[in-house]
């Protein structure tokens, strides 16, 4: 199994400012997905992060807005950049143990922009 | 139309009922997972399935591949259980999941 834990749990900005989300997985995984879930909404990807290469957006995500770092197989970084209030949601890291195909989930971080 | 169905939208029971939370999906899956959201917002996985059926504890899970659907039973429900309830497939050869919208769960005691 996987734990993982994100920084911060939930926080408050002002719009135009950029928020940086850590996302730390107690063991070695390949594979890291940023989802987003706005309010009242399901999940949806934001992108796949995979150590060592570039992160693979899905359509509708750029990486001027939402840049991901990945520099080692425990630890990846998703930045909100620019907010504005549309980006008020939770953000949830995930990783995948490929053995028995389980996704595992961050607790989320729950931002609201102002 | 999506390609991950979920019904009901919400559900409200009373504790003790049998809960049945079903999912249709429109592509060939290499998986379909069950997932609980609670609402702090963490999110568990519930199941991971590819055929046939699974239980752990009160929770039962079950899938017809050739209907292209998915059961989630709740038996003698309890507050506790008060969840969203996601569905999410993996289509074959893809890597990323697609969510239903989810099912908001009450269990009233």
């Known amino acids: 199994s996987a734990v993982i834990s994100q920084k911060p749990s939930r926080d408050i900005c002002q719009r135009g400012t950029s928020l940086t989300i850590q996302c730390q997985v107690d063991?070695?995984?390949?594979?890291m997905f940023w989802y987003r879930q706005q309010p009242g909404q399901s999940l949806t990807l934001i992108a796949t992060?995979?150590?060592?290469?570039?992160?693979?957006?899905e359509s509708g995500f750029v990486i001027d807005k939402f840049p991901i770092s990945r520099p080692n197989l425990t630890f990846s970084t998703l930045t909100v950049s620019n907010m504005s209030p549309e980006d008020s949601s939770i953000y949830l890291c995930?990783?995948?143990?490929?053995?028995?195909?389980?996704?595992?989930f961050g607790p989320g971080t729950r931002l609201l922009v102002l | 139309k999506n390609e991950v169905e979920q019904s009901p939208q919400n559900l409200t029971a009373q504790e003790g009922e049998f809960i049945t939370i079903n999912c249709s999906y429109s592509?060939?899956?290499?998986?379909l997972h069950w997932l609980q959201q609670h609402p702090g917002g963490g999110i568990v996985s519930l199941f991971m399935?590819?055929?046939g059926k699974k239980k752990h504890g009160r929770l039962i899970a079950t899938i017809n591949i050739q209907e292209k659907h998915s059961s989630l039973h709740i038996t003698a429900s309890h507050p506790r259980d008060s969840a969203v309830y996601i569905c999410?497939?993996?289509?074959?050869?893809?890597?990323?999941?697609?969510f239903g919208q989810g099912t908001r769960l009450t269990i009233n005691p």
């Open positions: 063991s070695q995984v390949t594979m």
């Open positions: 592509v060939g899956i290499s998986a």
């Open positions: 999410a497939v993996r289509s074959r050869g893809a890597q990323k999941l697609v």
């Open positions: 399935l590819s055929s």
């Open positions: 995930s990783v995948e143990d490929p053995g028995p195909e389980t996704q595992y």
């Open positions: 992060a995979n150590q060592g290469s570039e992160a693979t957006y």
